[in-house]
């Protein structure tokens, strides 16, 4: 399966759209699950984004009775021309083979643009099917740290200039965050203030994502989940939420923000303990 994508579907390399097209056929009958309408239609057209190879690869997997998921992260660089911002850019996979869980792109592995025409130039990478997880991280950093598949932490480089963007962060329009930095260094007993602002007071207005694993809050004790603090009057509207947390352990390593109920950035947190101020 993973052969015949990389061999037979085309990278969209079109700098217009980012996503794959929207599905206008209409069909009768009960509706499809959304990756294999992606699917059907990427099979037809030949040409996907990287969502599109990794939506078919997950449909044929359902055919095949294999079991499969869809994983958005951080790519850095990838097929697109233009500098990755910190966040959400890029779709792969994790298969079920063998008794453990599996890592592959079948975007990667299918070919590469050339950067100078902007062509989709077809050459089988074998690195990204069935990848060691510890070479995998160097180039995909996913929104789910689980799903690295490795049980220490690897921060990419990026992390020292900026917080990384949950895929939620962009339905937001935030135009502000602080701080700046995604490492945070403290120590026993300090508080930290985070804060982000939005360009519209949509707080409440957008519905939150109804994908969010729910597992993910209770996945570990050195992960943080903040909610705004109440900070505003009633019937106030405002732009700016503000997130306190106040240091009292030393297990603590990860700080996620909610924002109407959805998970919007991730800071990682470097906790001293006091004796080593």
Not at 89 to 99: D, I, K, M, T
Not at 153 to 172: D, I, M, T, V
Not at 237 to 242: A, D, G, L, V, Y
Not at 253 to 274: G, S, T
Request: charged share 20%; hydrophobic share 35%.
């Amino acid at each position: 399966m993973f052969r015949w994508i990389t061999a037979n579907i085309n990278y969209n390399s079109s700098p217009q759209r980012r996503i794959n097209p929207p599905i206008t056929e209409e069909e009768e009958g009960p509706l499809k699950p959304l990756h294999e309408r992606v699917a059907e239609m990427v099979i037809k057209r030949k040409t996907a984004f990287c969502d599109g190879f990794a939506r078919l690869f997950t449909a044929l997997c359902d055919k095949a009775g294999l079991q499969s998921i869809i994983i958005c992260g951080y790519a850095p660089g990838g097929f697109t021309r233009q500098p990755a911002r910190f966040g959400v850019n890029h779709y792969w996979n994790a298969v079920f083979l063998e008794g453990r869980w599996q890592l592959l792109d079948a975007t990667w592995a299918s070919g590469f643009i050339n950067a100078r025409t902007g062509e989709f130039i077809r050459e089988f990478n074998s690195r990204y099917f069935l990848a060691d997880p510890s070479s995998f991280i160097l180039d995909h950093f996913p929104d789910d740290p689980r799903w690295t598949l490795l049980q220490g932490n690897h921060l990419p480089e990026e992390f020292r200039k900026s917080p990384f963007r949950q895929k939620a962060f962009g339905k937001y329009g935030f135009r502000a965050y602080s701080p700046g930095s995604g490492i945070i260094n403290a120590s026993v007993g300090d508080t930290i203030v985070l804060e982000l602002e939005a360009a519209k007071p949509l707080y409440g207005l957008i519905a939150p994502s109804a994908l969010t694993d729910s597992s993910l809050y209770s996945h570990s004790s050195s992960w943080v989940f903040l909610q705004p603090a109440e900070n505003r009057e009633e019937g106030e509207i405002t732009t700016r939420s503000r997130y306190i947390y106040p240091i009292t352990r030393t297990d603590v390593e990860w700080i996620y923000l909610l924002y109407n109920e959805d998970l919007v950035m991730r800071y990682k947190l470097n906790v001293r303990n006091p004796s080593f101020r």
